[in-house]
């Protein structure tokens, strides 16, 4: 075998070889002298191969590597071992990201005479792994809306607040009811009663396993918050769990009017109404009497 400085690069069979290979590919001595290169690897920085033969590499590509620690064909020379990463090719104001290989080159005695250097342009590639991660971060956002959206959802439908009657709101809950789902519920019920001037409102527990303290003093704050606002509150379906856990957690209920059933509730709530009205026309009478 040949010492790499008797290779010329007119030698047609080595010529053809590496001219067939579409990536850059250039052989450099161990002072980083190119003693070959292909037609790829110089029309890469504008170049032809006989442009870059016998001039030093660094002075044909232009890397941060260059001329450093970190040149590539130096570490692969010491560690006498393939060194690949990637890079930027500096070019006419621009940067080209470049993926590498270098390799030490061995004569037939298995001394390191040289170093055989891979690269290509990787533009491409980063252009399309960054649409495809574009993509993706678009697709996340979409589905962590549509999650978002579909948990909205489910809060208003599990928090829903029903006009029952002329002037009678009901807030049926069911399931695990926390802090945040009370306080949901409390902001809906209000507005339900600003929006139709409610006289009562029926806040029924049935469909709740368990309260906790915070849960409790939600509901309270609702039903205090409700007669402010002129409605009266009923609270309906306490469970025997839940009036022990209340009792234990020395919640204290207060004035708030309390019945067993929803429809107890609602006879109660239709009742004084109709009271309250035939109260209204009779002292209409009277005033226009």
């Not at 450099?28 to 033969?53: L, Q, S, Y």
């Not at 232009?62 to 090719?89: F, Y």
């Not at 962590?144 to 959206?149: A, K, L, S």
């Not at 009663?193 to 939600?218: C, L, M, Q």
Request: charged share 30%.
């Amino acid at each position: 075998m040949k010492e790499i400085a008797e290779f010329s690069p007119n030698e047609g069979f080595l010529s053809e070889i590496i001219n067939a290979i579409p990536s850059g590919i250039f052989v450099t001595d161990r002072e980083n002298t190119i003693m070959m290169i292909n037609k790829a690897g110089a029309a890469m920085v504008g170049r032809t191969p006989g442009d870059c033969f016998d001039r030093k590499c660094y002075e044909i590509f232009d890397t941060p590597m260059c001329q450093t620690e970190a040149c590539t064909c130096r570490k692969a020379i010491e560690k006498e071992s393939v060194n690949t990463g990637q890079t930027v090719l500096r070019l006419a104001g621009k940067e080209i990201p470049i993926e590498y290989a270098s390799r030490p080159l061995r004569n037939l005695e298995g001394e390191i005479i040289g170093c055989v250097e891979h690269f290509i342009d990787i533009s491409d590639r980063l252009e399309k792994e960054r649409i495809i991660l574009e993509q993706q971060e678009q697709l996340l956002k979409k589905r962590e809306e549509d999650i978002r959206h579909l948990q909205d959802e489910i809060l208003e439908l599990s928090t829903p607040v029903i006009e029952v009657w002329d002037g009678i709101l009901a807030l049926p809950l069911v399931g695990t009811l926390d802090s945040h789902r009370a306080k949901i519920a409390m902001e809906r019920l209000l507005e339900a009663i600003e929006r139709t001037r409610s006289s009562f409102v029926i806040i029924d527990i049935t469909g709740v396993p368990t309260v906790d303290a915070e849960v409790a003093n939600h509901i309270i704050q609702t039903i205090d918050a409700a007669r402010l606002m002129g409605s009266e509150a009923i609270l309906t379906g306490i469970s025997p769990h839940i009036a022990r856990t209340i009792a234990k957690l020395d919640v204290r209920l207060g004035d708030i009017t309390v019945r067993g059933r929803m429809t107890d509730a609602l006879h109660l709530a239709i009742n004084a109404l109709n009271s309250s009205r035939s109260a209204l026309d009779t002292l209409k009478k009277d005033l226009g009497g």
